[in-house]
């Protein structure tokens, strides 16, 4: 199977180095990318939004003979719920990584502090600390050297679908701040949050509990429950 991996705010392919490897030793090919705009410190931003980045990760699956597993963290989920609308029939399942899918006319975040055309890593106290459970010293050093500015546009432009096949997509929900408990209770209150969420007609949750960026606090286990979702047998929680 094809599993392209696409990564959120500030990171580029190489944030996946610690989950490919399992990925790939399952026998399975394993595209992490880097979008545009995040080659580099120094590359240009301008004019490049979320359906650049869309449009990026479509170019890939029009390149890969066989449908593929996108898998989308934070941000990410964004552009592979834009590209399971754009490519439906391509997209055997859409893993969402401490994600969801954003609906039509919905921003990612357009309240983070930009910078010309970009966005830098913000200091860590404007983060929730459920975004940084499991983030030590050194991760979120590690994490801060190699951050690149996202581009600005990616986070504020709006979410465009037009396909309802999109939720024919199967979808995998890995929970990592919160307990997919609490996501799930949301789909049936019908909470404005979820509201894509629950228009998909087939979804399984895992429960990963750590911060925002189980690709660097806890990989191997991320790894494990990719694999899950992608070969089987489903599994319900990861402690």
Do not use: K
């Amino acid at each position: 199977m094809d599993i392209i991996l696409v990564p959120g705010f500030w990171l580029d392919a190489s944030s996946w180095s610690e989950v490919t490897p399992p990925l790939s030793a399952a026998g399975h090919r394993v595209h992490p990318l880097t979008l545009p705009g995040l080659e580099g410190a120094d590359a240009p931003r301008a004019g490049i939004g979320l359906q650049t980045h869309i449009d990026a990760v479509v170019s890939v699956v029009d390149g890969l003979a066989d449908p593929v597993v996108l898998v989308g963290h934070s941000g990410g989920g964004a552009i592979i719920h834009g590209v399971a609308d754009a490519r439906p029939d391509r997209v055997a399942r859409a893993i969402y990584v401490d994600s969801g899918p954003l609906g039509e006319g919905g921003v990612i975040n357009d309240e983070l502090p930009a910078e010309g055309d970009g966005i830098p890593l913000p200091p860590w106290e404007m983060f929730d600390e459920e975004d940084l459970v499991d983030l030590d010293d050194d991760l979120r050093a590690d994490f801060r050297r190699r951050a690149i500015p996202q581009p600005r546009g990616v986070a504020a432009d709006p979410q465009e679908l037009g396909n309802e096949q999109r939720y024919d997509v199967p979808a995998t929900v890995i929970a990592c701040e919160f307990p997919s408990a609490q996501l799930q209770e949301w789909v049936a209150q019908g909470h404005p949050y979820v509201a894509e969420l629950s228009r998909m007609r087939d979804v399984e949750y895992v429960d990963l509990p750590t911060g925002h960026w189980p690709q660097f606090t806890r990989p191997q286990e991320l790894a494990e429950v990719i694999l899950a979702a992608v070969d089987g047998p489903r599994r319900a929680v990861v402690g």
